[in-house]
């Protein structure tokens, strides 16, 4: 993604700039400007939505919406995206398996999925990518269908042989 299919590490870097550099007051008053300007966009998408909604084709499109990672993370932003955030992972975890499959792994949830934080079990089938690669396509992975998620944690490996072989 470029700078402009990605505004956000632009916007998370202004904001910290504007809190390690700016006066209290200055702060409190650029953050009421942002909450002016983000309702006033929550507020025009959620007639959007509705719009769409409203088309016989509506539920297609707005799933379509929905799976772009820029609109999505914009939806989620306004708390108007279609899927729950258990719904977003475990579509993420679905478009991952394959990938993880071929390198003889697979993932599943420990624990419900939770705001913050995404605890996950891990299972290796021998051969394949060591831990570490299997974690970094899993922390990649999760931001893109939840940025609300800040941390995934990932159980120790399980090591399980192949069915049918010898351990």
């Known amino acids: 993604m470029t700078g402009r299919d990605d505004p ?3 916007i998370d870097a202004l904001l910290t700039r504007l809190q390690e550099e700016a006066a209290r007051d200055e702060q409190e008053r650029t953050r009421a400007l942002l909450r002016a300007v983000l309702d006033a966009h929550a507020a ?4 959007l939505l509705a719009l769409v909604r409203a088309r016989a084709d509506g539920e297609g499109l707005l799933a ?3 799976h772009d990672p820029l609109i999505g993370r914009v939806l989620v932003l306004h708390d108007l995206h279609p899927l729950s955030l258990a719904e977003r992972v475990q579509a993420a975890l679905r478009e991952l398996a394959p990938r993880l ?3 003889h792994a ?3 949830l420990l624990v419900p999925v939770t705001e913050g934080s995404l605890k996950l079990r891990l299972e290796h089938h021998g051969k394949g ?3 570490s690669e299997v974690e970094a396509a899993l922390a990649a992975a999760a931001p893109e269908a939840s940025p609300e998620i800040e941390e995934v944690l990932v ?3 399980h090591f399980q042989p192949r069915s049918g072989r010898a351990a």
């Open 101 to 103: 499959a071929a390198q």
């Open 44 to 47: 025009a998408l959620e007639k």
């Open 155 to 157: 159980a120790p490996l």
């Open 8 to 10: 956000f590490p632009a």
């Open 106 to 108: 697979a993932v599943g």
């Open 129 to 131: 990518a060591v831990r």
């Open 64 to 66: 379509a919406l929905a």
